[in-house]
């Protein structure tokens, strides 16, 4: 399987090469000297469709970040049989590698889902549209995110019990975070915010850019704290909290899927695309009753005896649902699916943290700086084959570190109210700029006319980048059918910007972050701006509102973090797609348990309430059926 992106420019390619070699090196070396890695005792071992029995229990549709913690809770009582569905294969060993996810985007680990072109965001990327990756294994897309463990702020849930969904506000889903937590970062394994035991281990990267410190304590000289952001404070600077175990990536499959391989009452089928739930009707009642899909080629149904569980994430739960005759009755009838239910929230209600890329700074090391690999993530002088042996022999080095996620902080604007402790912009704090902005293309796609311009001017210098993202944003997309097939991608409108407040914020946010390149800390480092090559923007002044806003239009960031598309509320809610309890409202037996059931995105990077939401999840429904 391709692991590597392609590049563009030959300039760039040319300095990137060794890059890509070293990588190569690392993967080789993984499979002879890392069996730890391989972890062959515990994987899945997956069934053919052959050994499938004919009825189970549970079906549950998509082994990713929500889909792994399901199965694995509900096969937890032995007298009810698991069926676990996954399109992808199990996750290759190069997953495991914190830095390699620069190099599974773009892949067939990748969905590769793009929004449809736009005129208000996305410019400097190819035909207007923005990557969207999503992951295409078993662990779906915490194989190859960020990685970054982020609870968001208590408000946020809150806000979701005052929609009419009891339950859950922060006080009553606060155990769910700490149920599926192995916290290892010695400092806080006391914290009653905290636990250990739990399936997702948490730990601090192994291998830290020297100059993250540095940007960190430069934000108590803008005023802020170093905290720990998943505690009783958010707004601060923090050393990123992130899924790791031994140094390693911790994916949901890891964490999850892998504790029960061995339990005899949990089947797991990979390669399995679903391309229907069954819905018939009983006593004038939508009852669900199993689902069609499609494995080596041939079309084959499975019977649930008790539930259907959909986790396939915002993009697929919706578009499943819909193929499965439950959504919009126009859009349905429009596109030739036979209506079920008419379900006018399904694909509605689109959200994500939507962030501005370009700010990026230039600095000097300190004089005195002799570490063995440079001061900030330049990837042709840290991405070597020395540093692919020290990983597969010694276990340490730069790959075991990820660059754009070492720190992160919370701050506020002057549209938030510090007292409030509810800030709206999260930076996502970068020892390296070239990787960020696109210089591997395969990420971003950005337009070759500024992609060798940005990147042939940084590739080779010391460098940061602060990537500020607007937590709370008001404007919202949607997903529809593009066409009856499930191999299609449905048709996905971001609406970025479609609420002009959106890009004040993020506005303000930039101009936060270019404070912090003027702190007596970052100033002992020579920071300065590096200018930006986008012709469109070269006629504002640096740092100017209208600058910021052209850069927010052209390089427009999405973070990974879609959601809301099968919103949870109550029956009175016309747009409400599931109800308190994950139950999808006209058909019973059938439940939506993803990040799709979000109301309103979480303030922070959506991983942790994704499995917080599972763990949920699996709760009610022991409890419905008297095993809790």
């Known amino acids: 399987m391709a692991i590597i992106p392609l590049l563009s420019g030959t300039h760039v390619a040319t300095i990137l090469a060794p890059v890509l070699v070293s990588v190569a090196i690392m993967n080789s070396l993984i499979s002879v000297l890392r069996p730890d890695i391989g972890d062959r005792e515990n994987r899945i071992k997956p069934i053919s469709a052959g050994e499938m029995k004919t009825d189970y229990d549970f079906i549950v549709v998509g082994g990713g970040g929500a889909g792994a913690v399901v199965a694995n809770r ?21 997953c495991d590698v914190p830095f390699a996810y620069n190099f599974l985007q773009g892949t067939p680990l990748d969905w590769q ?22 992951g295409k294994a078993l662990g779906g897309t915490t194989i190859l995110n960020g990685m970054m463990y982020s609870r968001g702020n208590k408000k946020d849930y809150d806000y979701w019990a005052a929609q009419g969904n009891p339950g859950w ?10 149920k599926s937590q192995d916290m290892r970062i010695d400092e806080f394994k006391g914290s009653s915010y905290h636990s250990t035991g739990g399936g997702l281990s948490i730990e601090h990267y192994r291998y830290r850019t020297p100059i993250t410190n540095h940007l960190v304590n430069a934000g108590t000289e803008m ?8 505690a009783g404070k958010q707004s601060g600077f923090m050393i990123s909290h992130s899924f790791l175990r031994d140094g390693l990536r911790c994916s949901t499959a890891k964490g999850f899927l892998r504790p029960a391989s061995k339990r005899e009452n949990l089947h797991v089928g990979i390669l399995s695309m679903v391309e229907k739930i069954l819905i018939r009707t009983e006593e004038e009642k939508k009852v669900a009753y199993g689902v069609q899909f499609r494995v080596d080629g041939a079309l084959k149904e499975v019977k649930a005896n008790r539930e259907v569980i959909l986790s396939t994430g915002s993009l697929q739960s919706p578009q499943l649902l819909m193929l499965s005759g439950i959504g919009p009755k126009e859009h349905l009838e429009e596109v030739g699916v036979s209506v079920v239910v008419d379900a006018p929230g399904v694909g509605q209600n689109l959200q994500d943290h939507v962030g501005v890329g370009g700010l990026t ?58 007292a409030d402790d509810y800030p709206d912009i999260q930076f996502l704090i970068s020892s390296d700029a070239s990787v960020v902005h696109g210089c591997l293309n395969a990420i971003m796609q950005i337009e070759d ?28 997309g949607y997903i529809k059918l593009r ?10 409108v971001s609406n970025f910007f479609q609420d002009p407040n959106d890009i004040e914020v993020l506005i303000e946010g930039a101009k936060i972050a270019h404070k912090l390149s003027e702190t007596p800390t970052m100033k002992k480092l020579n920071a300065r701006a590096h200018h930006n ?44 797609v599931v109800d308190p309890r994950l139950k999808v409202h006209g058909v019973s037996r059938l439940r939506v348990i993803d990040a799709s059931i979000m109301p309103r995105v979480t303030s922070g990077n959506t991983q942790a309430a994704t499995i917080m939401i599972a763990e949920k999840g699996v709760d009610m429904i022991k409890e419905d059926y008297g095993v809790l």
């Open 113 to 134: 889902f793009k929004p449809e072109p736009s005129n208000a965001s996305c410019l400097a990327m190819k035909n207007h549209q923005c990557t969207w990756p999503r």
């Open 533 to 576: 090559p986008i012709n469109a923007c070269a006629g504002f002044e640096m740092m100017s509102d209208d600058y910021l806003k052209c850069l927010s239009r052209y390089f427009t960031r999405t973070i990974y973090h879609v959601c809301g598309t099968c919103k949870m509320g109550p029956a009175n809610d016309s747009m409400a």
């Open 483 to 492: 066409t009856t097939d499930v191999n299609d991608h449905p048709v996905i």
């Open 361 to 418: 700074y230039l600095v000097d090391p300190p004089a005195d700086y002799k570490g063995d690999y440079p001061f900030t993530y330049i990837l042709a002088d840290t991405v070597t084959p020395q540093a692919a042996v020290e990983f597969a022999v010694d276990h340490t080095g730069p790959f075991y570190g990820a660059y754009f996620t070492e720190a992160t902080a919370f701050v506020n604007t002057k549209y938030a109210d510090p």
């Open 223 to 230: 005023g802020y704290e170093i905290l720990d952001a998943n």
């Open 74 to 94: 509900l096969s937890e009582i032995d007298k009810w049989s698991v069926l676990l569905l996954e399109a992808g294969p199990d996750e290759p060993e190069i």
């Open 449 to 476: 006319e500024y992609h060798a311009k940005w990147c042939e001017d940084i590739l080779k210098q010391h460098s940061y980048s602060i990537t500020p993202l607007n937590l709370r944003p008001k404007s919202k």
């Open 169 to 178: 506000e922060h006080d009553s889903i606060f155990k769910y975070f700490k």
